[in-house]
């Protein structure tokens, strides 16, 4: 995955699940579904262990650590695909900052 703009996320950003998101491992896939908007979107192991490590206590070095070791990804890949995609959930509605570190 690449990116023609830079990913505007901290490493120390720490997200959570949007409160009408919920999701649900089926094998290895993550069903999501978006209460508010009626839409189902399906993710695959990566994208549903993301998903499920932002519960509002991890940063996003925090998550992409854990990808690096349980996927077998290099450290500096893990990182910047970690934070792209943790921008695509937010930009999708499915993640959002807390109130209080948007500031």
Known sequence: MT???????AKSDVFSRCS???????VDEAVVLRQ????????????????ELLDGERSVSDI????????????????TETASFIAE???AGIVSLPVESSK
């Open 36 to 51: 508010e908007a009626a839409e189902v979107l399906v993710l695959n192991e990566v994208g549903g262990r993301i998903l």
């Open 20 to 26: 009408d998101v919920r999701f649900r491992t089926v």
């Open 3 to 9: 990116r023609d703009t830079p990913i505007d996320i």
């Open 64 to 79: 992409a650590d854990a990808v690096s070791a349980e996927f077998e990804v290099d450290e500096s890949m893990a990182a």
């Open 89 to 91: 959930l937010r930009d």
